[in-house]
């Protein structure tokens, strides 16, 4: 099973923790930008299998009430797949989001938040000289936290727990149909936020 590693995360909130003033609250407002964005760097290996993948997903929001931000998003993933006497596998994932959200407190340190959203999907596989491509799109229903560790920046998590797709692969007349509900640890995704002032 993929085990994601968010390590800007975690090194920026060693920074901000340092540089923290004392009296550091944090939150948001109605006007407020923010951008944020994750990296994903996922290794696993079975005897001579190698399987490798690389996300980044940036984003930015704004504040249209002092409740709900709306955003939009970029998600680039990259997979490889290695074994001996198999010819090897790449793909390559390219996702366009709009995402709304609701805080609870936004303007307190500690907040709360429920995320709508919405994706257009496009995969391209590539197997020898055998290519692919799929497009689709994707809706999914998160919850998250966010905690500011200092006047701008902020950490945050959602957990995927409801989400939909249909993808269609170029030429075919069917399409794939997913749906998942449930609280997965593997659709965690931890994030940095940096808000303008």
Same mark, same amino acid.
């Given at each position: 099973m993929k085990k994601m590693i968010f390590v800007a995360a975690f090194a920026v909130f060693g920074m901000g923790m340092s540089? $923290?003033?004392e009296e550091n609250t944090g939150g948001y %407002?109605?006007?407020d930008l923010f951008v944020t964005g994750s990296i994903g760097i996922s290794t696993e290996s079975t &005897?001579?299998?190698? @399987?490798?993948?690389?996300? !980044? $997903?940036? %984003?930015? =929001?704004? !504040?249209?009430?002092?409740?709900? $931000?709306?955003g939009l998003g970029l =998600?680039?993933?990259?997979? *490889?797949?290695?074994?001996? =006497?198999?010819?090897?596998? @790449?793909?390559? *994932?390219?996702a366009i989001e709009a995402a709304g959200r609701y805080y609870v407190t936004p303007s307190s340190q500690f907040?709360? !938040? &429920?995320?709508?959203?919405?994706?257009?999907?496009?995969?391209?596989?590539?197997? &020898?000289a055998f290519e692919s491509n799929t497009d689709g799109f994707g809706l999914g229903i998160a919850p998250g936290v966010s905690y500011f560790i200092s006047n701008n920046f902020a950490l945050? $998590?959602?957990? &995927?727990?409801?989400?939909y797709s249909s993808v269609e692969l170029d030429g075919a007349s069917d399409s794939t149909n997913s749906f998942d509900l449930g +609280?997965? !640890?593997?659709?965690?995704?931890? =994030? +940095?936020?940096y808000k303008f002032n």
């Open positions: 540089n $923290a003033q %407002s109605q006007g &005897g001579d299998r190698k @399987e490798n993948t690389l996300e !980044f $997903a940036p %984003s930015v =929001g704004y !504040f249209v009430s002092d409740n709900i $931000a709306i =998600g680039l993933s990259s997979s *490889t797949f290695e074994e001996p =006497g198999v010819v090897d596998f @790449e793909s390559t *994932t390219i907040s709360l !938040f &429920g995320q709508l959203s919405v994706a257009y999907l496009s995969v391209e596989n590539e197997q &020898g945050e $998590a959602t957990v &995927g727990i409801l989400s +609280l997965n !640890f593997t659709n965690v995704n931890l =994030g +940095l936020v």
